[in-house]
């Protein structure tokens, strides 16, 4: 647990109860693991002395007045700055660590109260500078370069390329093989349509996802769908292939094991399992910040995996080990106090058996071995 500065006591008079109190459980370690009830009180009675007390006993820490702040501290408009329970423990929300790191950091009381943006806020500027980074330039722009480069000629808003200034991709190289399977497929497919095809044509799954990316002769229509760039794709082309995907929504679920323990299970797709990564429910996020030991299903060590914001990775290896497939169901289980994260790929009925009390029994003798 960290110690409080001295400045830190002068600007907890002018914050509230409750902003005390999210202070004190990030000095007793709230940021990355659980915080007990009973060390944000003496962390608390450190920072605001007296604050806290008994009113006739002002030696004695009034435990309840900190667990009142403690509660209200987790309502959202209390700001939402901490999760957990007084039987769980305490742990503070990306809300909560911005503002006790924010004012820790000050160390004093010059702007106690300045205005914090709200989630809207922070959601509608990041929104922001991805539209103004995803911009293309204008017409005139991108003519000026590509007749500077002598790469083409511009007329009537279309580049006609000058002969011999590319070359198209070999017919052995992992563009050709792409380029190869939208001409027998395509030329518009869907993107897991065309993952599946190009793997197996005997492609590897990574390089697909890189060169779809990033590849000058592959176009991406929006929505998953994809096609070769110069494509003549007739209106209502992408819609259609939409249209045509399985309506059912994937499976997804999170909650807490008979044991009382995390739990979050999702359906995997070629893209999960091929990156490892993961997005986890807000709700689950808030709990996992950090680094996690992955466990397999027979008690063994498989590396590590770090959560930051809503994204989990990389469970790449721990998939290939455990042969995950397309449409298999995997489920993670959180032990909030070893730090150490289980990993499961099954059938339809892998959540059913994660809430199943004797599930979580063998999980329990499994970590006992």
């Given at each position: 647990m960290k110690n409080p500065d001295p400045r830190q006591k002068t600007l907890c008079t002018t914050l509230a109860n409750h902003e005390v109190v999210v202070l004190a459980a990030y000095l007793a370690g709230a940021e990355s693991s659980l915080a007990d009830t009973e060390d944000i009180a003496i962390k608390a009675n450190e920072l605001a002395p007296g604050r806290?007390?008994?009113?006739?006993?002002?030696?004695?820490?009034?435990?309840?007045?900190?667990?009142?702040?403690?509660?209200?501290?987790?309502?959202?408009?209390?700001?939402?700055?901490?999760?957990?329970?007084?039987?769980?423990?305490?742990?503070?929300?990306?809300?909560?660590?911005?503002?006790?790191?924010?004012?820790?950091?000050?160390?004093?009381?010059?702007?106690?109260?300045?205005?914090?943006?709200?989630?809207?806020?922070?959601?509608?500027?990041?929104?922001?500078?991805?539209?103004?980074?995803?911009?293309?330039?204008?017409?005139?722009?991108?003519?000026?370069?590509?007749?500077?480069?002598?790469?083409?000629?511009?007329?009537?808003?279309?580049?006609?390329?000058?002969s011999g200034s590319g070359a198209a991709p070999r017919e052995d190289s992992a563009e050709g093989?792409?380029?190869?399977?939208?001409?027998?497929?395509?030329?518009?497919?869907?993107?897991?349509?065309?993952?599946?095809?190009?793997?197996a044509a005997g492609m590897n799954a990574t390089t697909f996802y890189l060169y779809r990316i990033n590849s000058p002769v592959i176009c991406a229509l929006g929505k998953n769908v994809y096609c070769k760039v110069g494509t003549n794709v007739s209106p209502g082309t992408v819609e259609d292939i939409v249209g045509r995907r399985r309506a059912v929504v994937r499976f997804s679920d999170h909650g807490w094991t008979s044991a009382g323990?995390?739990?979050?299970?999702?359906?995997?797709?070629?893209?999960v399992i091929t990156s490892g990564g993961i997005r986890l429910p807000a709700f689950v996020a808030d709990f996992v910040q950090g680094e996690w030991q992955v466990v397999l299903p027979d008690g063994?060590?498989?590396?590590?995996?770090?959560?930051?914001?809503?994204?989990?990775?990389?469970?790449?290896?721990?998939?290939?080990?455990?042969?995950?497939?397309?449409?298999?169901?995997?489920?993670?289980?959180?032990?909030?106090?070893?730090?150490?994260?289980?990993?499961?790929?099954?059938?339809?009925?892998?959540?059913?058996?994660i809430q199943d009390p004797e599930s979580a029994n063998a999980v329990e003798r499994l970590e006992e071995a």
């Open positions: 806290f007390s008994w009113r006739k006993h002002k030696e004695q820490i009034n435990i309840d007045a900190v667990r009142k702040r403690l509660w209200d501290a987790t309502k959202p408009e209390k700001g939402a700055y901490l999760i957990g329970s007084e039987k769980i423990g305490w742990r503070l929300t990306k809300a909560g660590f911005d503002f006790a790191h924010r004012h820790i950091s000050a160390g004093n009381a010059a702007q106690p109260n300045k205005a914090r943006a709200s989630q809207v806020e922070r959601t509608a500027h990041t929104r922001e500078i991805k539209r103004m980074m995803a911009m293309c330039p204008p017409q005139r722009i991108l003519g000026a370069f590509v007749e500077r480069c002598g790469l083409g000629r511009v007329e009537d808003s279309f580049v006609l390329a000058n093989l792409m380029l190869r399977v939208l001409d027998e497929h395509g030329p518009v497919m869907d993107g897991e349509a065309f993952a599946e095809k190009c793997i323990r995390l739990w979050c299970g999702i359906e995997l797709t070629r893209q063994s060590d498989y590396g590590t995996v770090v959560c930051r914001g809503v994204f989990i990775w990389s469970f790449r290896n721990a998939f290939a080990l455990l042969g995950a497939e397309p449409s298999d169901l995997t489920a993670f289980e959180f032990n909030l106090k070893s730090r150490r994260v289980l990993v499961r790929v099954g059938g339809a009925g892998l959540f059913e058996a």
